[in-house]
């Protein structure tokens, strides 16, 4: 296994149809094997899943794309606190590089994460990756919130089923402008928008 990656940090326009058709086969790849219900929304070379990204941290490596984690500034409802976020989302890894870690993606964000000029950056996890996320938090770069439930539009409208969706997922925060100890309390997180 090979750490050596070169990573390319884009605006989401930088990118032309070849790159998307690239990241939709790599997003198919990295996905695919937790269900193809993942995998789907990265079908016909789609790109993202829910939100689009506005900014990509894009690892590559001699085989192709090894790693990839897209940026997205919002403004989340964290209680009764709007704040501005950059949202972490689109994070994948592929197969024979999973101990590269997050620690790697976020590390090449973090000139991005300061140019944007946010407080905080968040991001959400299922609960089966508890252990991969905690070793990153362990040095104070982050910290995991539990029992905090995130609201969020359903990127795709279906007139059988509710516009948003309510999940109790792991949520992720950076501290970027500010320390960790400003983050507003709440056990409830307004996405507005959907999920990058």
């Avoid at 690239?22 to 219900?37: D, H, N, Q, V």
């Avoid at 409830?188 to 999920?195: A, C, D, M, P, T």
Wanted: hydrophobic fraction near 40%.
């Amino acid at each position: 296994m090979s750490l050596k990656v070169q990573w390319k940090l884009c605006w989401e326009n930088q990118l032309e149809r070849a790159d998307h058709q690239e990241l939709s086969e790599f997003f198919r790849k990295s996905y695919g094997p937790t269900g193809a219900f993942h995998a789907k929304p990265f079908e016909g070379g789609r790109s993202w899943a829910g939100a689009r990204p506005e900014r990509r941290a894009i690892a590559y490596d001699s085989v192709g794309i090894a790693s990839h984690m897209g940026v997205l500034r919002r403004f989340i409802k964290v209680g009764e606190t709007d704040l501005l976020v950059a949202e972490l989302g689109l994070y994948a890894v592929r197969p024979d590089l999973e101990r590269m870690g997050i620690a790697h993606s976020v590390g090449a964000l973090t000139p991005t994460l300061r140019e944007l000029g946010v407080p905080f950056a968040f991001g959400t996890v299922r609960h089966a990756m508890r252990n991969h996320v905690e070793r990153y938090c362990q040095n104070g770069m982050a910290s995991i919130l539990t029992g905090v439930r995130v609201r969020s539009s359903i990127a795709e409208v279906n007139a059988d089923l509710p516009s948003t969706r309510t999940e109790d997922p792991l949520v992720v925060i950076f501290p970027v402008g500010r320390p960790l100890n400003e983050w507003p309390p709440g056990t409830l997180i307004e996405r507005n928008g959907s999920e990058l």
